[in-house]
């Protein structure tokens, strides 16, 4: 079983405030999509930080990818014990019939999600929108209200943390090119507990009391 290390609110906030000026800067996003559950704190955050001065917040909308399984433990003191799956499920996805997809076009899009670790669930997600995107822009040409000539949707990814471990999932080849994929820290493969994971088992001040004994570089 892989090493546990802890990340509290605090260092999700600080990472968050790092990596907002290089994505106003690159990105320039006008809408973001939060992989559920792991993305919706980072693009809350995030959102914050992005935020100009007399321009609205950006949107955030939200879809669930869930790729990682609980294990029964022995013991009932004892955490669950998760391992990565091998397919994709979705959990939540945008409403294909309603106006969601068509505001979408166009867009700067960015993706948050918290961390990249097999990149399974960041291919699935890319190529999933940008499908369902296509097919929003073909209806709207096909109802005389886009054209060719339109500025295309162009997807950017932001996570937490990317582990350094051989990918399954592959991103786009125009993406890396054009760097259009930030991770505020690279690290080792490590299992990483966020905030959010705490629960009665191990509260919050346990995690981050685990946290500030064994802190992720």
Known sequence: MSTKVYVTYNQVH???????????DDFRPNLMIAIGGGGYVPARILRSFLKRASAPNIPIQAIGLSLYEKLSTTSGLDEPVETPGTEVKRTQWLDLSSLEMASLVGKNILIVDEVDDSRRTLDYAV?????????????????????????????????????????????PREMEEEHRYLAARTVPDVWICYPWEATQVLDIDEHDRLAEAQPLK
């Open 14 to 24: 600080k990472l968050c405030q790092e990596a907002a000026p290089k994505i106003l």
């Open 127 to 171: 190529k999933e929108l940008e499908k369902d995107v296509e097919a929003a822009r073909q209806k709207l040409m096909s109802e005389g209200k886009e054209t060719t000539g339109a500025k295309r949707t162009q997807f950017s990814i932001f996570v937490l943390h990317n582990k350094d471990k051989p990918k399954d999932g592959h991103l």
